[in-house]
């Protein structure tokens, strides 16, 4: 990888397993920062537990890694004491969506100026294999030896149903509309959220029998419909498939500026 | 000119903070500590500071970590569930060295146990909550006045030596009303945290001052660093070289260690004379004291040891001590927690009795004075 500017270089190269999407979204994060012209002093890259939230490191930028499930906790506490700050948080699927889906819920639901972005690869990656709430039912994990037996989520319409004013979804396989979506959410004042469809070959693919890397990228991309596309298609054709692209924008104000009028008001009234 | 009111110990505390530059608190609602948060809803505001209630108890503890990183002092409060609750992050806190305080009002456990009522059952959890080795600074109030001035001396401490700081009170210090001297009590000094002495270029985010903490650049002020509760070398990124992880952990443990001098508190009463000391800290060295009189009053020579800060542990104060005494008698409201630490500092020289209470009742002067009595007949 040549130098790059919002990169630690030295850092580099990367703990991830051949065919894993962790880089191909840490390169579309890359190449949106250096478009929107971030200044690395004032944005902050807090990530959780897990192979994706080691992202940060490589990431030249304040950089917090933090406590499995709790970065956006931990990021809330960042934005709101400094809202000068640009705030992306990366969590993977089982960080964002089981451990730390209370926090998820919160963060959107307060609606505070962070970026969300949730790779998810269908499994911990990290420990092995095991199944993560996104584990789609059926499929085979560590601690699912003869399937998943749970349940999924949507977890753009978790994410939108919470209160997040801008929730997309991309895939690896689809890496520059990913860079686009990233550069988007970071126009929204409020919560953003993008999941990222990722592959995990080792801990998923190589499990539930799709044992190439780009069988598994194929596997990826068979699964996503852009929501445009989607339109236009019956319910039969989009059983199964995830929606791509931009899902919901419902601008609202932001909650470190709604906390600035708390301010102004008890400043009244303790002048009084 | 003075400004006594008469106040809780947990608006103590609150007001304690403020004075000492506490500007960020987040925390969840929770008996008998709802007061400091209340109280902070209110007041932070007015001075430009931030107060957020979280989803729970992990989460306070997580955004007040995220908010030292910018630069500002925080704090949170809880009791029992919560403390246990917040015990992984207070770990962290005290890995990637990110000053912050929490204050803890005991209430009686396990579990959910006594809501309302009042315990000192986590001396050994304060120190030893988290998982791994490290220093720990642990202080316990034992009225009013001095919940301002603990409040003011933690915040001091955390921002000092660059660590997490529990303010121990319990039920009793935290809703008992005393008078306290506001105007007296604003005189307490006041530390703030270091800044970077060099230029970002030079800059090594965990490279220890002189007294072993890390100098760490508010976020945003130019600075890029790794912040990580992975076991990290001097700057900051994760490592598993073994000097090197040796050297983080030894530091961690020796920066509270060889500053013991500079943190250690204590209080004795009566001691000159003493044949026997009685050891007792934050609401239950109350009765301890009148216990103490009504066994001179009797003619019996005993002194009141009240250690301040728990951890570190007073221990050449109390070695001094027990070279005098014939005899040492801890009360304490648990099954003896401090009594093994006494124990230990004491070596055998003296017998070490104690008066353990776990009914959820504060003690009496007259349940002590008996149990000393009982033991040193």
């Known amino acids: 990888m040549s130098d790059k500017k919002y990169l630690r270089n030295d850092k580099l190269p990367h703990i991830w397993c051949p065919g894993c999407g962790n880089g191909i979204v840490l390169s579309a994060l890359e190449r949106a920062l250096e478009q929107a012209n971030v200044d690395k002093d004032k944005t902050v890259i807090v990530s959780g537990i897990g192979c994706s939230s080691r992202m940060p490191t490589y990431m030249d930028f304040n950089t917090l890694h933090t406590t499995h499930g709790r970065a956006l906790a931990f990021a809330t506490g960042v934005k709101l004491a400094n809202p000068e700050l640009t705030v992306f948080v990366i969590m993977g699927d089982g960080d964002a969506t089981a451990i730390g889906g209370n926090h998820l819920i919160h963060a959107c639901r307060r609606n505070i100026g962070l970026n969300a972005i949730v790779v998810n690869n269908n499994i911990y990656g990290m420990t092995g294999g095991q199944y993560s709430p996104l584990t789609p039912t059926g499929m085979k994990a560590t601690t699912a030896p003869y399937g998943m037996v749970e349940r999924n989520f949507d977890l753009c319409e978790l994410a939108h149903a919470a209160g997040a004013t801008y929730v997309a979804r991309g895939t690896v396989f689809h890496a520059k509309p990913l860079t686009d979506l990233i550069l988007e959410s970071m126009d929204n004042d409020g919560f953003s959220m993008v999941e990222v469809l990722s592959t995990c070959p080792i801990g998923f693919g190589r499990r539930n029998k799709i044992r190439g890397n780009y069988e598994l990228m194929e596997w990826v991309k068979n699964r996503a419909v852009n929501v445009k596309a989607a339109a236009k298609m019956s319910e039969e054709d989009l059983r199964g498939k995830l929606l791509i692209g931009r899902l919901y924008s419902e601008p609202a104000e932001e909650y470190t500026k709604c906390y600035d009028k708390i301010i102004e008001i008890a400043g009244k009234e303790a002048k009084r | ?377």
């Open chain 2, 1 to 377: 000119m003075s400004d006594i009111r008469l106040m809780q110990g947990n608006e103590a505390c609150a007001l304690g903070a403020i004075h000492a530059g506490v500007r960020f608190y987040a925390g969840y609602p929770i008996t008998p500590s709802t007061e400091i948060a209340e109280i902070m809803a209110e007041e932070l505001p007015k001075y430009g500071g931030k107060f957020i209630q979280m989803e729970d108890e992990i989460a306070g503890m997580a955004a007040i970590i995220g908010a030292s990183l910018t630069g500002k002092k925080t704090l949170t409060a809880t009791s029992g569930p919560g403390f246990s609750l917040k015990q992984e992050n207070i770990g962290y806190a005290a890995m990637a060295e990110v000053p912050c305080v929490v204050v803890n009002v005991q209430r009686g456990g396990p579990s959910t146990g006594l809501p309302t009522s009042p315990a000192q059952s986590e001396i050994m959890q304060s120190k030893y909550g988290s998982h791994g080795d490290r220093g720990a600074i642990v202080l316990t109030p034992s009225t009013v006045p001095e919940c301002f001035r603990l409040a003011v001396r933690s915040v001091n401490l955390a921002e000092k030596y660059m660590t997490p700081v529990i303010l121990l009170m319990d039920e009793i210090v935290g809703h008992m009303r005393e008078a306290i001297d506001l105007e007296e009590e604003r005189k307490a000094e006041v530390y703030d945290r270091k800044k970077p002495d060099c230029g970002p270029e030079d800059y090594v985010a965990y490279a220890p001052d002189e007294n072993g903490a890390p100098v760490l650049a508010p976020f945003g002020a130019g600075y890029r660093y790794h912040v990580t509760g992975l076991t990290h070398d001097e700057t900051g990124f994760s490592t598993m070289v073994p000097e090197k992880v040796e050297r983080v952990n030894r530091r961690l443990v020796d920066k509270i260690e060889n500053n013991k001098e500079d943190i250690v508190m204590w209080e004795e009463t009566c001691t000159d004379d003493a044949e026997s000391v009685i050891v007792a800290y934050g609401g239950a060295a109350r009765a301890a004291r009148e216990a103490v009189e009504l066994l001179r009053a009797e003619g019996k020579k005993v002194g009141l040891f009240r250690p301040i800060s728990v951890w570190p542990f007073p221990d050449k104060a109390l070695t001094a001590l027990a070279a005098k005494v014939r005899s040492v008698f801890v009360t304490e409201m648990n099954d003896g927690q401090l009594a093994g630490e006494v124990k230990k500092v004491i070596g055998g020289k003296v017998p070490v009795d104690g008066l353990f209470v776990m009914d959820g009742e504060i003690m009496t002067p007259q349940e002590i004075a008996d149990g000393w009595k009982g033991a040193n007949q």
